[in-house]
T-cell receptor, first 117, second 114 residues
Framework: AQTVTQSQPEMSVQEAETVTLSCTYD???????LFWYKQPPSRQMILVIR??????QNATENRFSVNFQKAAKSFSLKISDSQLGDTAMYFC??????????????FGKGTHLIIQP | DAGVTQSPTHLIKTRGQQVTLRCSPK?????VSWYQQALGQGPQFIFQ???????QRGNFPDRFSGHQFPNYSSELNVNALLLGDSALYLC?????????????FGPGTRLTVL
């Protein structure tokens, strides 16, 4: 079984600063997907960024980028030029590529990110 | 284009009762997954439906059951409710393979068991 660990329950930074959220995972599989999801107070889970394990290049989406270290089983999220709207719970998640995703996502416990004005 | 919708938004039940939660997937999606999110925790995978069949189930008892209809909408049923079933229940939809294709989540149903 896979596990996902987020060691930072809460983080707080000033607007416009850069912040990095940590995530480690444990799996014996070689092919898988990793995700960062954002859950604002409205509760709707929104995909921030996705990384396929077979791709060495780190994924980027505008102000969001990841540092994927496959050997270390680490998948951190960097948010540049943070904005007040980035305030939310952030979840790291794992999905096996075998079975076509039928096993669903395995989530960490989340990091509550607060952007201060 | 409507995204994933769930009903009801909130629900209050008492121990021992049964509950049915509903999910309509995003237009064009045929796969529906259900998750339980306890307060302060990450979501936990309950099961996934594709072509009206349960493809895979997480570590949940048989009290949790589901159904997918020909129009791809889905229901989650929970029997003999326990206090520990109080949680936010999230539905996610995707087209075909959930890993290759993005899963879109609904806003959830907040279930409170008294």
């Amino acid at each position: 079984a896979q596990t996902v660990t987020q060691s930072q329950p809460e983080m707080s930074v000033q607007e416009a600063e850069t912040v990095t959220l940590s995530c480690t995972y444990d799996t014996s599989e070689n092919n898988y997907y990793l995700f960062w999801y954002k859950q604002p107070p409205s509760r709707q889970m929104i995909l921030v960024i996705r990384q396929e394990a077979y791709k060495q290049q780190n994924a980027t989406e505008n102000r969001f980028s990841v540092n994927f270290q496959k050997a270390a089983k680490s998948f951190s999220l960097k948010i540049s030029d943070s904005q007040l709207g980035d305030t939310a719970m952030y979840f790291c998640a794992f999905m096996s590529s075998s079975g076509g995703g039928a096993d669903g996502l395995t989530f960490g416990k989340g990091t509550h990110l607060i952007i201060q004005p | 284009d409507a995204g994933v919708t769930q009903s009801p938004t909130h629900l209050i039940k008492t121990r021992g009762q049964q509950v049915t939660l509903r999910c309509s997937p995003k237009s064009g999606h045929d796969t529906v997954s259900w998750y339980q999110q306890a307060l302060g925790q990450g979501p936990q995978f309950i099961f996934q439906y594709y072509e009206e069949e349960e493809r895979q189930r997480g570590n949940f008892p048989d009290r949790f059951s589901g159904h997918q209809f020909p129009n791809y909408s889905s229901e989650l049923n929970v029997n003999a409710l326990l206090l520990g079933d109080s949680a936010l229940y999230l539905c996610a939809s995707s087209f075909g393979l959930a890993g290759v294709n993005e899963q879109f989540f609904g806003p959830g149903t907040r279930l409170t068991v008294l």
